[in-house]
């Protein structure tokens, strides 16, 4: 574990935040990436220009309480349940100032312990040995205008989070985001990626497998195999964005961006579900992106790799 170079909470969670409309987020231009939520039909969008600066929040969306955990560094954003059994209450988490292979390690504020961003567990403190794993849901990283495109009752966080930064586009960690370098030094080779090369991780109960962003180039249905589970992902590379859900054993080829094809008709992609012409539904599953070297770091040793 080394030090990152900022005191504890020198990084300053955004807890409760204030949302604003659609409309009223005027501040936000249609290519700004942001990281979309949907929970019970609850849409939020919180911008990676202002999650850059924070790198957590911590809220209630449709009723769940969560909490982002966003290591700038790795360029994983990963969205955990924060309710555990047998806790009295939700995690509310916090930046601790500390690294481990570039990675954040964040702290719940009840017990002051140190969580690995990437795994969602404690890793020293009082929790450790305790066998608690947060769970993690589902995130999408997309543009603005696709996600008020698709979400038009969404609220967004408001420009005012009570902090003074630079909220700019392309402003946050600009020269760490445009370099091939790593800020900490971290070891990540093999699969004919370079460290910062994004992938999409995705997660089950049977496996793991690493997708390079740059087989959705263009938009792409991909049906695959993850462990023992059939999935199907759907993506887009220019815009950062993939979605994961169980195929239930269907071939999915692509019909729009919010649709895809099986042999029983035409299915609509959406933040939980996909959902058939006869209202069944495939569940969403819950991966995420992030770059090459942060995946090899902590999920490496389990994962399988997507070749194309």
Request: glycine share 14%; net charge neutral; hydrophobic share 35%.
């Given at each position: ?20 409309s ?15 939520v ?62 481990y292979?570039?990675?954040k ?5 009840a ?44 609220r967004a ?52 497998k ?23 992902l ?69 994962s ?5």
């Amino acid at each position: 574990i080394s030090w990152g170079g900022v005191r504890v909470d020198g990084i300053p969670s955004l807890d409760n935040p204030t949302l604003v409309s659609a409309g009223q987020a005027g501040y936000l231009l249609d290519d700004d990436l942001v990281f979309g939520v949907e929970i019970n039909g609850d849409a939020r969008a919180y911008p990676l220009r202002i999650m850059g600066w924070h790198e957590m929040f911590n809220d209630v969306i449709g009723g769940v309480p969560v909490a982002l955990a966003y290591c700038t560094l790795c360029g994983a954003g990963v969205l955990y349940e924060t309710t555990v059994p047998g806790q009295g209450a939700p995690f509310v988490f916090g930046s601790s100032g500390f690294l481990y292979r570039s990675n954040k390690l964040m702290f719940d504020r009840a017990t002051d312990s140190l969580w690995n961003q990437f795994t969602g567990k404690p890793v020293a403190g009082p929790l450790v040995n305790s066998g608690i794993e947060l769970k993690t849901r589902p995130v999408t990283i997309t543009s603005w205008r696709d996600w008020r495109s698709d979400h038009p009752d969404t609220r967004a966080l408001a420009l005012n989070t009570g902090h003074s930064r630079n909220y700019g586009s392309g402003v946050v960690y600009k020269d760490y985001f445009s370099s091939p370098d790593l800020m900490f030094p971290s070891l990540a080779g093999g699969c004919n990626l370079t460290q910062k090369d994004y992938v999409f991780g995705l997660r089950v109960t049977a496996g793991a497998k690493a997708y390079p962003l740059k087989v959705f180039e263009g938009g792409r249905v991909i049906n695959d195999k993850v462990g023992f589970q059939n999935v199907v992902l759907v993506g887009d590379a220019a815009t950062r964005t993939v979605r994961a859900y169980d195929s239930g054993g269907r071939q999915f080829t692509s019909a729009g961006r919010k649709q895809i094809s099986a042999s029983d008709g035409v299915w609509t992609v959406g933040e939980e579900n996909l959902t058939g012409p006869g209202g069944q539904r495939l569940a969403r599953l819950p991966g995420h992106i992030a770059y090459w070297f942060g995946w090899q770091s902590f999920v490496g040793g389990e994962s399988e790799f997507y070749e194309g």
